[in-house]
């Protein structure tokens, strides 16, 4: 276990923070740029990253498990990919043509990832999914997708619906309700969607085959964040490629967030074999990116040969230099080698986080694969999104954790998929443990609140 002795706890508030988020909310609505920042009650100014670790401007440290929501593989300020970038913003940050290092990035990531054999770059994982979407559309001549009940995939209309559900709303088991997201999403948009459940391999090929007429493709992504970091069973996978297979309805693969599972990403992995993926994260080494890859002959929608493409993509920024370049560090260095070792470490906190859970009776549980994990308030592991959701209880529970984490100096992500990187070691996995095993003691009360569970 490792020394705490000189550590006093951070507050909830530093005064800095305070401050900044007074002028925040006089020119953003909430006072946040993304209603993703965490906030407990006002969100954490930072001040700048170290490897594994953030300092926040009231010069409070801690190790960072968030990483930009998973993005930073490297952890903060990797001097490869500040080399990379600094060099590439002497010699011109954007042009109106294409560069060779665009052609770097890709070439490693089609050696890498299996049925990836053509791609095209974006600015975000949002850009990725919508475009895989168009292109499974515009391949097919279909209008419709399904996607799972819960998965997080962006700001697109059509995989924003059922993203929010609730008991209140995701009605009948066997053929869950597509829900709005926002008002005054178009009814048309959720009478495109249909709403699979993770898991449920029964559920998936009666509603794919009871649509397939109508269906671009199947949306999934093999270990969806949001909707619990559940492990997907092999015959849920075969079961959404077999089915999509035999009505001639594309797999669409979102990896932005999963690609980090492996050197050839969470699909090969799980036995998964998408027609189409869409990336992000990971790949552009801390700068913006999105990708759209997969099989030649569906991304040949893109293709203009001599006229005009099936599906014309464009984009000021797409393929932006700086963007290549810092992917293209990020990713020379995470070789097999950084794979493994971030695989070791994850099974070794998530093994440590079981082992306390059991020491103490707790109504919790980990999942997670790689270098990603979530603690569960449940005795059970969730095995798809409606048993992973958070009641009230279960909601004030987990709130509690990362606040605790917080005072202890941890960035631990609320109902989210927390995240390890290449800088860190044993000794961050014992803090980890040594907070979580503190958590245990210290909010038994608490806890007990979740007993039945
Ligand atoms: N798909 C998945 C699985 C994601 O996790 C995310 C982002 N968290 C996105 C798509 C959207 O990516 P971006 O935030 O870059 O638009």
């Given at each position: 276990m490792v020394e705490q002795a000189a550590f006093s706890p951070h507050p909830p508030v530093g005064p800095r923070s305070a401050e900044a988020f007074g002028r925040a909310r006089r020119v953003f609505p909430d006072g946040t740029a993304r209603v993703t920042i965490e906030r407990d009650p006002i969100p954490r100014y930072m001040h700048h990253g170290e490897g594994a670790f953030l300092v926040d401007i009231d010069g409070c440290r801690f190790l960072d498990l968030n990483g930009n929501f998973t993005t930073l593989i490297h952890g903060h300020a990797f001097p490869p990919v500040i080399e990379a970038v600094t060099q590439q913003l002497r010699s011109g940050s954007c042009f109106a043509n294409p560069t060779e290092i665009e052609i770097a990035l890709a070439e490693l990531l089609c050696a890498r990832i299996p049925h990836l054999e053509r791609i095209r770059f974006v600015n975000s994982g949002t850009e990725a999914v919508m475009f895989a979407i168009k292109a499974a559309r515009a391949f097919t001549g279909r209008p419709a997708i399904a996607k799972i009940e819960g998965a997080y995939h962006g700001a697109y209309d059509w995989v924003e619906v059922s993203q929010a559900a609730t008991p209140q709303t995701w009605g009948d088991p066997e053929h869950p309700a597509a829900t709005l997201y926002y008002r005054g999403m178009p009814q048309t948009v959720l009478d495109d969607v249909v709403i699979l459940r993770f898991n449920d391999a029964e559920g998936a090929r009666r509603l794919i085959a009871e649509h397939a007429g109508r269906l671009a493709a199947v949306l999934v992504d093999p270990m969806p964040s949001r909707g619990g970091l559940l492990s997907p069973s092999p015959d849920f996978v075969s079961t959404i490629q077999e089915t999509a297979r035999r009505h001639g309805i594309l797999v669409i693969g979102d990896e932005v967030l999963n690609l980090r599972q492996g050197y050839e990403g969470a699909s090969a992995r799980y036995g998964l074999a998408p027609d189409l993926f869409a990336l992000g994260k990971i790949i552009g080494g801390g700068l913006p990116i999105g990708a759209i890859g997969g099989r030649s002959e569906v991304m040949?929608?893109?293709?203009?040969?001599?006229?005009?493409?099936?599906l014309p993509q464009g984009g000021t920024f797409s393929a932006n230099p700086l963007s290549m370049a810092a992917g293209l560090a990020a990713m020379e260095a995470l070789d097999r080698a950084a794979f493994d070792h971030l695989e070791r470490l994850g099974d070794r906190l998530r093994d440590g986080l079981k082992r306390i859970i059991a020491r103490h009776g707790a109504p919790l549980n980990v999942t997670g694969a790689a270098s990603l994990f979530r603690i569960h308030p449940r005795r059970r592991p969730p095995h798809e999104f409606r048993e992973a959701f958070l009641g009230p209880r279960e909601d004030a529970v987990m709130k509690e954790l990362s606040r605790f984490f917080s005072a202890n100096g941890i960035a631990l992500p609320n109902a989210a998929a927390a995240c390890l990187s290449t800088p860190m070691g044993d000794d961050d996995i014992a803090l980890v443990a040594n907070v979580f095993d503190r958590f245990l003691d210290e909010r038994a009360a608490l806890l007990d609140t979740l007993k039945g569970e």
């Open positions: 040949a929608v893109f293709d203009a040969g001599s006229g005009r493409p099936v």
